[in-house]
């Protein structure tokens, strides 16, 4: 099993900014891709950004030039720098992750963070 823990969310005034983290643990993995989804009231899980393990990006149009995420391989890490807040980026963000398990038991896996609140007020 791979896990995801983020952090980094809050309340912030539109304009502002906020850094988003999340990490993965677990024994003898090897990540292929990451990213970050969100979610708000009402509305279906949206891709916001993701990473792959050699470092190419692709971004949702609307966070394209305020948004930026990058990923540390070592330390199996993610983050999302946020800049020029909207009201309309306020949501629930989840990191993921898609890779595999090596060895005995290897196999794929397809994981989720529980997910860090970033409501942004006008």
């Known amino acids: 099993q791979v896990q995801l823990v983020e952090s980094g969310g809050g309340l912030v005034q539109a304009g502002g900014s906020v850094r988003l983290s999340c990490a993965a643990s677990?024994?003898?993995?090897?990540?292929?891709?990451m990213g970050w989804y969100r979610q708000a009231p009402g509305k279906q899980r949206e891709l916001v950004a993701v990473?792959?393990?050699?470092?190419?990006?692709n971004y949702a149009d609307a966070v394209k030039g305020r948004f930026t995420i990058s990923r540390d391989n070592a330390k199996n890490t993610v983050y999302l720098q946020m800049n020029s807040l909207k009201p309309e980026d306020t949501a629930a963000y989840y990191c993921?992750?898609?890779?595999?398990?090596?060895?005995?038991?290897?196999?794929?896996?397809?994981?989720w963070g529980l997910g860090t609140q970033v409501t942004v007020s006008s």
């Open positions: 993921n992750a898609e890779g595999s398990v090596v060895g005995f038991f290897a196999r794929p896996f397809d994981s």
């Open positions: 677990g024994s003898m993995f090897r990540i292929d891709v």
């Open positions: 990473i792959t393990s050699g470092g190419s990006t």
